[in-house]
């Protein structure tokens, strides 16, 4: 299950597409969620997400934000993977690898 922090979307937001899908795939592969809707010095709507595996400290953060875009619209602007817990992690993950790493590293209940 998705937790959420600080609730819902603004309005006239929604959770992209993309954020949506990753969420969506890490709840399959029984990972942690978790996301957070901010706003950033401008008012301007941002959602951060969260996915990982609190046994291992694997996580995978994006943001997606709406700075220079068309009310309603937001893009990715960034992924970062981090394989344990204290580790510098990697940049620039796009989000078919992102999709695809969760997907092929599912949780079994016990863990």
Do not use: C
């Not at 990753?22 to 706003?39: F, I, K, N």
């Amino acid at each position: 299950m998705t937790a959420k922090i600080n609730g819902s979307a603004p309005d006239g937001y929604a959770m992209p597409a993309g954020a949506r899908k990753l969420l969506d795939a890490a709840e399959h592969a029984g990972w942690g969620t978790v996301y957070r809707w901010g706003s950033d010095f401008s008012d301007d709507p941002f959602v951060e997400i969260l996915v990982g595996i609190p046994a291992t400290g694997e996580k995978i953060r994006g943001t997606w934000h709406s700075r220079d875009l068309p009310p309603g619209r937001m893009r990715m602007t960034h992924l970062h993977y981090e394989p344990f817990a204290g580790h510098v992690g990697q940049w620039g993950w796009t989000l078919k690898r992102a999709i695809d790493h969760v997907l092929n590293n599912t949780v079994e209940e016990s863990e």
